[in-house]
T-cell receptor, first 112, second 114 residues
């Protein structure tokens, strides 16, 4: 069974204090790993898809990387508006080619 | 481009009653997905439509849940009869292809069964 574990569960940062969120996964045949951002009362908002080990993608202060066992979401010089829950999900293809398996998320709070 | 729209945003019903949730995907998106998040747990997959056909319904918890997608457009998810453990947030998502540009999620329907 596909599994996704995110750490830490919660992270508090000061504005400008860079850090990383971790997503460890176990899946038979990774087709894609996804990062989403979710604000309270909203649905997940797509950030990145990573397909193969070594791949990196960037968007503003966020950078996502992928290895064969885990992914990191690096946040550089965060701002209070980066506060949200960050979700990691994987797709294994095969008979479940449309299905995403999510982790529980990391709640990020950035203090001014 | 209008986003994924879900109705209602909140619903409170009594145990044993029936509730129908609706999802309007982004126009032109053939793929439609239902997910739910129960308290304290991760978001879990329920099912996947391609146009009007059920591609994968492996996540549907039991036969009290019925999903339909009329004419490949909007979708409904009916829970009948509702049980306390059905409480949670139900999300709908859609995509044009298979996740190449990520799925677009709606804001969800918060269902409370009392």
């Amino acid at each position: 069974e596909d599994q996704v574990t995110q750490s830490p569960e919660a992270l508090r940062l000061q504005e400008g204090e860079s850090s990383s969120l971790n997503c460890s996964y176990t899946v038979s045949g990774l087709r894609g790993l996804f990062w989403y951002r979710q604000d309270p009362g909203k649905g997940p908002e797509f950030l990145f898809t990573l397909y193969s080990a070594g791949e990196e993608k960037e968007k503003e202060r966020l950078k996502a990387t992928l290895t064969k066992k885990e992914s990191f979401l690096h946040i550089t010089a965060p701002k209070p508006e980066d506060s949200a829950t960050y979700l990691c999900a994987v797709n294994a293809g095969g008979t479940s080619y449309g299905k995403l398996t999510f982790g529980q998320g990391t709640i990020l709070t950035v203090h001014p | 481009e209008a986003g994924v729209t879900q109705f209602p945003s909140h619903s409170v019903i009594e145990k044993g009653q029936t509730v129908t949730l609706r999802c309007d995907p982004i126009s032109g998106h053939d793929n439609l997905y239902w997910y739910r998040r129960v308290m304290g747990k991760e978001i879990k997959f329920l099912l996947h439509f391609v146009k009007e056909s059920k591609q994968d319904e492996s996540g549907m918890p039991n036969n009290r849940f019925l999903a339909e997608r009329t004419g490949g457009t909007y979708s409904t998810l009916k829970v009948q009869p509702a049980e306390l453990e059905d409480s949670g947030v139900y999300f709908c998502a859609s995509s044009r292809g298979l996740f190449f540009d990520g799925y677009t999620f709606g804001s969800g329907t918060r269902l409370t069964v009392v």
